[in-house]
């Protein structure tokens, strides 16, 4: 018997006046993983978490959370997940303790559960410290704790995980991760979407990279990368002008395509044999295409991103239609 899926989305489809934010997205999210949507600001990952999320109508397509139609049934789906945003859903005037314990009475806990679940989220996500303290004094790492604590009062199946940890230092990232381990660990499933590549590396069981509106690849992280191949050579040219002499020898000799990053003479030459990183190397220096520095390494997330799209996921010529 086929499991059940947490979300089944088919050709889902949103458009914004004549700018199409979602175009055709398909997605399959299982029972007990996390799943990663990366791309760009821009790319249609908030729009698509919003439509499967009930916040906004699904234009085209049809998508089902557990089983159940988001299009017919969003009171039955609303009550399937949590959702937290890319910003802050708390009241600056409340405390932490107030804001938990007001969420949990809007949804229906008595008084005297509100007050428990309250305590014992405030405990998990290591606010007991600062229950107390007005969330204008919080810092950005407490704010989005808060805000995932806030999206678990009723202890939803379901997770939507907008861009958790935007904005977040490097320790803080770390803490948000270890959380959402342990929520997967408990049961949960989860939908995050991010545009760090190492997120989504470190998080995902499997990835789907969506670029303009359109999934351009889904799989898990090491199956992408091996797209790019076993491992790369990574250059840096002397000369920006010899890109074009360096991509020609790559061609000749390995009959692959060059990923060119966004950094002036930057290139990755996926290797089927790491040890053809010799040949390259000869060949380039034999065409008078002079090296600043060289590596050979696993390929990154990064890597397959750019050969998928042409960017990077830092790629600012657009913002986020919703």
């Known amino acids: 018997m086929t499991e059940l899926s947490a979300v089944r989305a088919e050709g889902l489809v949103k458009d914004f006046g004549e700018f199409r934010a979602v175009d055709g997205i398909d997605l399959d999210v299982r029972q007990g993983e996390i799943f990663g949507v990366l791309g760009p600001n821009g790319a249609g990952k908030t729009t698509t978490l919003r439509m499967l999320a009930t916040l906004l109508p699904i234009d085209a397509g049809r998508a089902e959370v557990f089983g159940v139609d988001v299009r017919r049934e969003p009171h039955r789906v609303r009550q399937l997940l949590g959702v937290t945003g890319q910003y802050a859903s708390v009241d600056e005037d409340l405390t932490a303790r107030e804001n938990l314990w007001l ?23 290591g606010l007991q410290e600062a229950a107390d303290r007005p969330i204008a004094q919080f810092s950005g790492g407490m704010r989005r704790r808060l805000d995932l604590a806030s999206s678990l009062i009723t202890r939803p199946p379901l997770i939507f995980l907008d861009e958790p940890t935007t904005g977040l230092d490097p320790r803080t990232r770390g803490q948000m991760w270890d959380v959402i381990r342990e929520l997967v660990a408990d049961g949960s ?41 076993e491992s790369t050579l990574q250059l840096v040219l002397e000369s920006e002008a010899d890109v074009p002499a360096a991509v020609g020898v790559v061609r000749r000799l390995l009959g692959e395509e060059p990923v060119l990053s966004p950094e002036a003479g930057r290139m990755n030459v996926p290797l089927p044999d790491p040890n053809r990183a010799a040949d390259v190397l000869i060949g380039l220096r034999e065409a008078g295409v002079g090296i600043s520095s060289m590596s050979v390494a696993k390929p990154t997330l990064d890597e397959v991103f750019l050969a998928l799209t042409g960017h990077g996921t830092d790629d600012r010529s657009r913002t986020e239609a919703a």
């Open 103 to 125: 969420f949990a009475r809007i949804q229906g806990l008595s008084h005297a559960r509100a007050k428990a679940i309250a305590r014992d989220l405030l405990d998990r996500f």
């Open 189 to 229: 499933t989860i939908l995050l979407t991010t545009q760090y590549l190492d997120e989504a590396d470190q998080l995902a069981d499997r990835v789907a990279v969506i670029d303009h509106g359109r999934k351009v690849a889904e799989d898990t992280p090491d199956a992408l990368k091996t797209q790019v191949g």
